[in-house]
C-alpha cells in the first residue's frame, strides 16, 4: 500500500491518472467515517479521506457515490487555523484552501531560544533546567497570543463547515500552547485536527512550504 497527500489543486489530476493507469473511471464507494474507496477495473484501489470532511456526502458504508461529487468536495473551499510550534519559535496564521490550491490569509512568526539539555550535574543542571523551563512557558505564552490576534480576524470562516485546525512541531508544546488560547479563538482548538511534519524552526518560508498540504487529501492506494 501506498500513501500520500494530495494537495486540494492536485486532486482532479491525480484522479484522472488513477483513471488513464488502471482502465478506466473506478466505481467510487462510500466507507465508514466519511471515506470512499476507489476501485478500479483491474482491481487496484484508492482509499480517500480528508481531515473534516465527509466526502462521502452522508452516504451509508457501501452506499456508491459520483467521483465528481466527491472530488468537488475535497477541493471545495475551507479555512484553517494553523499553528507551528517547536522550541526554535512559532508560527500562527490562517490559510484558505480550494481547488485553485492555498492561500496564507494571515500570519505572525515569533522567533525564540530554547535552552538545550545540560550535561552538568549538581546545582548547575538544576538551573539550567529553571531557565529552560522559563523560556518554554514564555515561547507558549508567546505563540497563543500571537493565534489569537491572527485566528481572531477570521472567526467567522474558522466556524463554518469544513474549517480545521492544523499544527506541526512539538506536540508537548502544541498541546500547552491550545490549552493557553485566548477566550476569543479557544474554540479553534477542538476543531478537526490535522497533524503535519514540520521540517526546521517556524518560520515563514517554512509556512509557505508547508501550506499546500494543509487540508490535503489522504489516499491510500493498493495495487491489484
Do not use: I, K, N
Not at 70 to 92: C, E, K, N, S
Not at 156 to 181: F, K, N
Not at 204 to 222: I, N, Q
Request: aromatic share 4%.
Amino acid at each position: 500500500m501506498r500513501s500520500a497527500l494530495v494537495p486540494t489543486a492536485r486532486v482532479p489530476g491525480w484522479l484522472v491518472r488513477f483513471a488513464e493507469r488502471h482502465g478506466g473511471p473506478p466505481e467510487c464507494v462510500a466507507c465508514d467515517g466519511g471515506r470512499v474507496v476507489l476501485r478500479a477495473s483491474d482491481g487496484a484501489q484508492a482509499l480517500w479521506s480528508s481531515v473534516g470532511l465527509d466526502l462521502a456526502g452522508g452516504a451509508a458504508p457501501g452506499e456508491r457515490v459520483d467521483p465528481a461529487e466527491v472530488t468537488h468536495r475535497a477541493t471545495a473551499a475551507r479555512a484553517a487555523a494553523v499553528l507551528l510550534l517547536r522550541r526554535g519559535g512559532a508560527v500562527a496564521a490562517v490559510v484558505r484552501v480550494d481547488e485553485s490550491g492555498a492561500r496564507v490569509l494571515g500570519s505572525r512568526v515569533r522567533t525564540a531560544y530554547v535552552q538545550s539539555r545540560t550535561a552538568a550535574g549538581g546545582w548547575s543542571q538544576q538551573r539550567y533546567a529553571r531557565r529552560r523551563a522559563g523560556q518554554s512557558a514564555g515561547l507558549v505564552h508567546d505563540a497563543a497570543s500571537e493565534a489569537g490576534r491572527v485566528w481572531s480576524p477570521h472567526l467567522a470562516s474558522l466556524a463554518r463547515p469544513g474549517a480545521l485546525l492544523c499544527t506541526a512541531g512539538d506536540r508537548g508544546l502544541l498541546d500547552q500552547a491550545l490549552a493557553g488560547l485566548p477566550a476569543v479563538v479557544a474554540a479553534a482548538a477542538d476543531l478537526p485536527r490535522q497533524v503535519l511534519e514540520l521540517r526546521g524552526d517556524p518560520r515563514r518560508r517554512v509556512l509557505e512550504d508547508l501550506a499546500p498540504a494543509v487540508g490535503a487529501l489522504r489516499v491510500e492506494v493498493s495495487d491489484p
